[in-house]
């Protein structure tokens, strides 16, 4: 387990999806890290945690494990509404709401997404499985 870095040197893809549909077994597997808890119990996990695969000694990717969306429905809801700058939608997300209990895993998954100039997500469900490369610019 390694803390999260503010910015990440390697590239890092942020596995995210539902709660119980398979995540930190993904991480686990492509991490070869048998550290990584996996349940049958939806939100054991709680927090989002990167893993760094090192060849060599030489940091080479990170995986980073996510809690699951609790309310996706009304943080897409509350996305689709807003009207500040784009570059900002989750930063600004995590800000309104890291204090809120209702909202806490989906902060909490979106921390890896906020930080990074660029990330790559895996995301997990069924029949909705994909990927994505997210990129944000900062002058």
Known sequence: MDPLPKFPAIP??????HP????????STLTEDDRIRVSRIPGE????????VKID??????????????????TLAWFRKFEGNPEQIVESFIQAFENDPFYADDCELLK???R??????WWTGPARSGMMIWRKWRS
């Open 12 to 17: 890092e893809f942020a596995v995210l999806g």
């Open 57 to 74: 000694g030489k940091d080479i990717i990170r995986f980073v494990d996510t809690p699951g969306f609790q309310v996706p429905k009304q």
């Open 112 to 114: 890896p997404v906020a």
């Open 116 to 121: 990074a100039p660029a990330l790559f997500m």
């Open 20 to 27: 119980n549909e398979g995540k930190s077994s993904v991480v």
């Open 45 to 52: 996990t709680t927090e989002s945690t990167a893993y760094t």
